[in-house]
């Protein structure tokens, strides 16, 4: 590449020139999945079939990959934690530790009990949220009160 044809589209510092793209960029992931997934859809049935033989030969790896696709692995499952109904900041003590104890007991992985317990921080922020709302609602009540204002 010459010196001049550098100098058509960047600067001397080497920016980009004004109104220059910059080239073509890097290709379009999508389009080669798209293409992949073309081309394993015309030959899904003999790639099933070829699977199937494979897996029904002991093939342990490809019985894996089958039921991974006829039965993939459930992403956050409804759990059931017996916890007491939160109503106000209290409440949220006897409903952190049910999630412990379920955690603890097993009944639920670390991981759903992580997200019960953050289900329970957010419960517990809008608890605190309202209650701020409130109570300075009231503050501004008292103070027009006082001022001798009508609220």
Request: avoid cysteine; aromatic fraction near 4%; charge should be negative.
């Amino acid at each position: 590449m010459s010196d001049d044809s550098f100098a058509d589209f960047r600067h001397s510092d080497g920016r980009f020139a004004k109104g220059n793209r910059g080239g073509p960029g890097r290709p379009r992931s999508r389009d080669r999945i798209a293409a992949l997934d073309e081309r394993v859809a015309e030959a899904g049935n003999d790639l099933i079939e070829a699977a199937l033989k494979v897996a029904k030969d002991g093939n342990v790896r490809a019985i894996e990959m089958l039921l991974e696709r006829i039965w993939p692995a459930r992403r956050g499952r409804p759990v059931e934690i017996d916890a007491p109904e939160i109503r106000s900041v209290p409440d949220l003590v006897p409903a952190t530790a049910a999630v412990t104890n379920a955690v603890l007991n097993g009944d639920v992985t670390p991981r759903e009990g992580a997200a019960a317990a953050r289900v329970i921080e957010a419960h517990r922020s809008m608890i605190v949220t309202v209650d701020l709302a409130q109570r300075m609602t009231e503050f501004e009540e008292e103070g027009a009160r006082m001022r001798g204002e009508k609220p």
